[in-house]
């Protein structure tokens, strides 16, 4: 706790980093203002700016970019997907050893050696076994023993080939593998064991100031094959037995718990640690996983599942993956209860990498983080970090049903797995920090970021044929804000016009069903149409496949245009007007689920199935008192359209009683109006109008869509317009005074009182320097008085930057 009293402002260390936050971003601000009224000083203004191209798109958000709402949990390289195996063989079962041959300070290089044992059964005779390789060397002679269980059998190899291209290896064979027989294929491979974070990967970091490695894997989407031979495609499941041989100062994890760990001797002599798993459920291979560390770890045990975090021995000291675990249990209990199904395995270990090219990874019972996504300051009490905390965590654990009990078939369906665990997520995490708010922080943080995102012609739809997916495709491609933001998007609608009672129902089944196995979006239709068929609750107006192919099988989405005079609703492909090219095969119709209210009072959900339908209901009388509004607290992925008259009854609405809309249906509407700009739909003047209110808007998150609509992220780009500036000055300032004077009482007198507001801690840099930025003396004053302070206190220098110096 830092020192109070006396005058001037002092914090304690809980407050300590939403002020640093604070602090850069008033001076960012003040060096902006600094640049405007030195530019404007000189007399004739500077000549304009050459273009420059444009910059990368916006990251995700876990979750977010929005999933961790920076990148979407996932690889860190592209991956290519190689050739596509032929069905002749099936896996059953591996035997797996892994031997890393690494020692505590060895300079490298290094190197890896394993042996396999794949039992197979051959569906149709053949006369070569092929199986994914990547970068691997054989290690001695390949062989076939089989048909099982004829003692001695055989298969002779007449040769093993390696095809590069494809990622394959064959194995030629003189004699044929008959139907309907097991087989057995030996190989023994070697690799290199590089820093490069993908498939199995070493990394150095420090510890109590000492040096150390740790070896880690991550093998989605199709690394797998680059650390053992296998089948390695997500339809082709099997068991696994796995032994991993390291140095003996080190422990060794995998998917399932250790049942032995003995002692080796190698060719010189030297001891090695042999660690023996229990055999695995069935899985597919890029949910195996191997850790090699010397780290610490924290347990409690949840309805029999014995739960470990892993991380540095100096992070579990001193507290950092306690919350972590604190909520791990209590998530896995939400999941199962709301799924009614139970978590299979008996052990769960999450661990903290200190580099690790993904935020995080679901590998079965072995889940593997960027340990920033996974550490949490036991002295920082602010709500915005442990729910970031928990959105990860909760995501990965909804890849435990998602993903890795029932898997897609193939990686065109990805988002069965990425859309569906991001939507679990957000449930997961509010169940944990339940004073944040479901749908504020869902359509804040995965709905209007993919909005931005998803309206352009070249975007891909969410669900791809398998024949586009082929050949020398980068998997990495689907890791998207598509398939984890729309994913997620889509399964809200869905979850809201089914209701959450009968959705989830249906997934039960769903889950049920396919446990251990794969399935492709069909499979979830059906399952979703057997529980509609069974009630009488909920009518829809077309089969679940018709209304849910229309947003999974083509790209973008719809904007919806309300004429109040007729009550005509119309729709089209959200896009840019100056480019209206369409390539879609569904003629740019959607069947639209409409959630609507008529002056302030909810009506039944309303269907929108043709291109344009009239609604008697939705025709309003000569009372300016008379509204309507669309797309309630946005429940649907699509925006709206409203003609002059209703947008004019809206904008005196908001200005006479802002809390007659939703907040979130306030957020709708400020966004949809100024997309509806960029893209030519509307004048900006059309939507300026439905911002006059925000003197009376007390929703931070409603001002950031403001803010992120009407201020560019690079200040500095709008100061160089001295005609825009005075304009937006004037404008925007008078309306922020009485948010910025609320979140400013707390800065002077007790920041404290924020630790549970999740928006003001994510949000008040954005508002707090664009006050600055706009002139504001309060502000300006303020972001002195913090400097002062920050510069003259050594020990509130220390306060400030501790709680970041873990996560740099």
């Excluded at 002749?88 to 490298?108: F, I, T």
């Excluded at 609507?596 to 291109?611: C, E």
């Amino acid at each position: 706790m830092g020192r109070r009293g006396g005058r001037g402002l002092y914090v304690g260390r809980r407050a300590a980093a939403l002020l640093a936050a604070l602090l850069l971003a008033l001076l960012a601000a003040l060096l902006a203002l600094a640049a405007l009224y030195g530019r404007c000083r000189q007399e004739a203004p500077p000549p304009p700016p050459p273009a420059s191209p444009a910059g990368p798109g916006r990251g995700r958000g876990p979750g977010p970019g929005p999933a961790a709402a920076a990148a979407p949990p996932g690889p860190a390289a592209a991956a290519g997907l190689g050739r596509r195996l032929p069905r002749h063989l099936v896996p059953l079962h591996y035997d797996l050893e892994l031997w890393p041959q690494v020692r505590p300070g060895q300079a490298g290089p290094f190197a890896f050696s394993g042996q396999v044992n794949i039992t197979v059964r051959c569906r149709q005779d053949t006369d070569a076994a092929v199986l994914h390789s990547s970068g691997l060397r054989s290690r001695g002679a390949a062989a076939v023993r089989g048909p099982l269980p004829e003692p001695g059998a055989a298969v002779e190899v007449a040769g093993l080939r390696q095809e590069a291209a494809g990622e394959v290896a064959v194995l030629e064979l003189r004699g044929r593998l008959r139907a309907g027989r097991r087989y057995v294929l030996q190989l023994g491979f070697q690799g290199r064991l590089e820093e490069d974070l993908d498939g199995l990967f070493l990394t150095r970091y420090t510890d109590q100031g000492r040096s150390s490695m740790v070896i880690a894997s991550q093998l989605e989407p199709t690394y797998a094959r680059t650390v053992y031979p296998c089948f390695d495609e997500p339809a082709m499941k099997a068991t696994f037995n796995i032994r991993i041989i390291h140095d003996p100062s080190y422990v060794a994890l995998s998917n399932m718990p250790a049942i032995d760990v003995s002692e080796m001797k190698d060719e010189n002599g030297s001891l090695w640690a042999v660690t023996t798993f229990n055999t695995s459920l069935k899985m597919s291979t890029y949910l195996t996983a191997f850790v090699i560390c010397d780290f610490d770890y924290v347990t409690r045990t949840e309805r029999g599942n014995k739960i470990r975090i892993w991380a540095r021995k100096e992070a579990v000291k001193n507290g950092y993956v306690d919350y972590a675990l604190n909520i791990t249990g209590p998530v896995f209990s939400f999941l199962e209860d709301l799924l009614n199904v139970s978590y299979p395995l008996p052990k769960t270990d999450l661990v903290a990498l200190p580099d690790f090219g993904a935020g995080a990874m679901e590998n079965w019972g072995l889940m593997t983080f960027q340990e920033s996504s996974l550490m949490f300051l036991p002295s920082d009490k602010f709500t915005s970090r442990k729910a970031m905390i928990a959105i990860m965590v909760s995501h990965e654990l909804g890849h435990q049903w998602f993903g890795n009990l029932v898997t897609m078939n193939w990686w065109n369906d990805l988002w069965l797995n990425e859309g569906l665990a991001s939507y679990f997520e957000y449930l997961g995490a509010t169940f944990v920090e339940s004073k944040i708010s479901l749908d504020k922080i869902f359509y804040d943080r995965v709905v209007q970021p993919v909005l931005r995102e998803d309206n352009e012609i070249g975007v891909r739809s969410l669900s791809e044929s398998e024949d586009k997916i082929k050949g020398s495709f980068s998997l990495m491609s689907l890791f998207d804000s598509i398939t984890y933001n729309k994913g997620a998007s889509i399964t809200w609608m869905l979850s809201g016009f089914l209701t959450q009672k009968l959705f989830i129902r249906a997934l039960t089944l769903y889950l049920k069903e396919f446990s251990f196995s794969n399935a492709n979006q069909d499979d979830l239709w059906t399952h979703i149409q057997m529980v509609i068929d069974a009630q009488d609750e909920v009518q829809l107006p077309a089969p679940v496949k018709q209304i849910m192919d229309s947003w999974t099988c083509q790209n973008g989405f719809p904007v919806l245009t309300l004429n109040l005079t007729t009550g005509t609703i119309s729709q089209e492909q959200f896009l840019n007007k100056k480019n209206e090219k369409s390539t879609d095969s569904y003629n740019n119709t959607w069947i639209i689920p409409i959630s609507w209210m008529r002056n302030g009072s909810s009506q039944p959900l309303m269907w929108l199935d043709k291109s344009s339908k009239v609604f008697p209901e939705m025709q309003v009388s000569e009372s300016e008192y008379d509204w309507i509004l669309l797309n309630v607290n946005l429940s649907g992925y699509y925006r709206v359209n409203y003609d002059q008259l209703n947008l004019k009854r809206l904008a005196r609405l908001l200005e006479n009683d802002p809390k007659a809309i939703p907040a979130v249906s306030r957020f709708q509407l400020i966004d949809d109006v100024f997309a509806l700009t960029q893209f030519g739909y509307i004048q900006i003047e059309t939507a300026l109008e439905l911002t006059k209110y925000l003197a009376r808007e007390d929703e931070l998150f409603v001002w950031n869509v403001v803010l992120l609509n009407l201020v560019p992220e690079n200040l500095e780009s709008t100061l160089k317009n001295y005609e825009v500036y005075p304009l937006l000055k004037k404008y925007l300032l008078k309306r922020m005074l009485p948010i910025y004077h609320y979140y400013a009482g707390f800065i002077h007198q007790n920041v404290d009182a924020l630790e549970g507001d999740y928006f003001a801690q994510v949000y008040l840099e954005k508002l707090f320097a664009t006050a600055c930025w706009l002139g504001l003396q309060d502000c300006l004053n303020l972001s002195s008085e913090l400097y002062a302070k920050w510069m003259d206190n050594p020990e509130y220098d220390q306060i400030v930057l501790a709680p970041n110096s873990l996560f740099n």
